[in-house]
């Protein structure tokens, strides 16, 4: 069956980075999109952006544009989301989840990754 | 971009039927059939109940349905269950490669 399971919680402090993980398994990797999510207390969920994993061809939010990266290591079917000069307001839960490539319906999802950003 | 609009809350005793709507604009829902609805149980993943406004994915029950009407779509669930108790999110794509979330609506069976 189709899973993808992320990384552990992080806490981090501002201007710092992190990098969450997202391991997929029940599924060919590189015949569909990977997708992050993140939705921070008390907001409505906010799209990052997408990996298309046959190529690495990558799309991002104009909201975080340059300070967001997605890679993908095809031969651990893992996607990575990393954010850069964190601040406070990016306290959220992140979440990776699956999509046929130009779509964006997300038909699965992991579990959710708690990232705390705090001096 | 604008966001989508749902109310915050809604609830109905079980058997009953509940709809919750979603409102954007030409931009979005008016302008494309790409609305979905997610069920997010707290500390679970979010589940995937509908696509394309009304096609249900496998293994979920008939008692949802979705629909649309100009720049508002609408999740319908019936002969509700203790279970359908979580928060729904609807989300349209947006254009420019790009999709909107809703605020969420937290369901409640009395």
């Known amino acids: 069956q189709v899973h993808l399971m992320q990384s552990g919680a992080e806490v981090k402090k501002p201007g710092a980075s992190v990098k969450v993980s997202c391991k997929t398994s029940?599924?060919?990797?590189?015949?569909?999109?990977l997708h992050w999510v993140r939705q921070a207390p008390g907001q409505r969920p906010e799209w990052m952006g997408w990996i298309l994993p046959n190529n690495g061809n990558t799309k991002y939010s104009q909201n975080f544009q340059g300070r967001v990266t997605i890679t993908r290591d095809t031969s651990a079917t893992t996607a990575y989301m990393e954010l850069s000069r964190l601040r406070s307001e990016d306290t959220a839960i992140y979440y990776c989840?699956?999509?046929?490539?130009?779509?964006?319906?997300?038909?699965?999802w992991g579990q959710g990754t708690l990232v705390t950003v705090s001096s | 971009q604008s966001a989508l609009t749902q109310p915050p809350s809604a609830s109905g005793s079980p058997g009953q039927s509940v709809t919750i709507s979603c409102t954007g604009t030409s931009s979005d829902i008016g302008g494309y059939n790409s609305v979905c609805w997610y069920q997010h149980h707290p500390g679970k993943a979010p589940k995937l109940i509908m696509l394309e406004v009304s096609r249900r994915p496998s293994g979920v029950p008939d008692r949802f349905s979705g629909s649309k009407s100009g720049n508002t779509a609408s999740l319908t669930v019936s002969g509700l269950q203790a279970e359908d108790e979580a928060e729904y999110y609807c989300?349209?794509?947006?254009?420019?490669?790009?999709?909107?979330f809703g605020g969420g609506t937290k369901l409640t069976v009395l």
């Open positions: 989300s349209s794509y947006g254009g420019s490669n790009n999709v909107i």
């Open positions: 989840a699956r999509s046929w490539f130009g779509d964006f319906s997300f038909d699965y």
């Open positions: 029940g599924y060919t990797f590189t015949t569909y999109a």
